[in-house]
């Protein structure tokens, strides 16, 4: 089976939110119009210059190994990081040991919460019609530029 995972192309985004829309729409669980599960990041030194930010749901995810409730564990049908609700007690430590910014907390309900790819069919990938926001191969993540892109930008998602 092949692994797929988002792939960002951020030179490609314009800033719409149609991605952010489609991700909250999509998701019940969530208390707030406002806890998507993507977000987009804005460079303060180029205002035309856009990058979503979603989990990436990291090969040894960092949420993963510090989770003191093992709440958090990785799917191998579709190669995810999921959480376990009934196991999370919203510490946030993973939302700490996210070097992306992509696990957040549902502070109403005391839960962490993160892209899980929409059972393998994401709704942010179909809503952007830019195409800035891919579900393919992971084996297309050994691009250059990619691997350039992300990490001039995962600074932005700390902040």
């Known amino acids: 089976m092949d692994v797929k995972t ?15 829309t489609a991700c909250i729409t999509s998701r019940t669980s969530l208390t707030s119009p406002g806890l998507s599960c993507i ?12 990058f979503p930010v979603a989990c990436r749901q990291c090969e040894n995810s960092p949420c993963m190994a ?11 049908e579709l190669n995810r990081v999921l959480i376990d609700h009934q196991k999370c ?3 946030g430590y993973c939302v700490s ?15 962490s919460y993160k892209c899980d790819l929409c059972e393998g069919d994401p709704e942010c990938v179909k809503a952007c019609e830019p195409m800035a926001i891919e579900y393919l191969d992971v084996k297309m993540l050994k691009l250059p530029n ?6 001039k930008f995962a600074r932005l998602a700390k902040s």
């Open 6 to 20: 988002l792939i960002i192309h951020p030179e490609k985004c314009n800033n719409c939110g149609d991605c952010e």
């Open 66 to 76: 510090i989770c003191p409730k093992e709440a958090i564990f990785r799917d191998d």
């Open 39 to 50: 977000r987009i990041l804005k460079d303060n030194d180029d205002t035309e210059f856009f």
């Open 146 to 151: 990619m691997v350039h892109m992300a990490s």
């Open 97 to 111: 040991a996210c070097p992306f910014g992509a696990m957040k907390l549902d502070k109403q309900k005391a839960k």
């Open 89 to 91: 007690v919203g510490c």
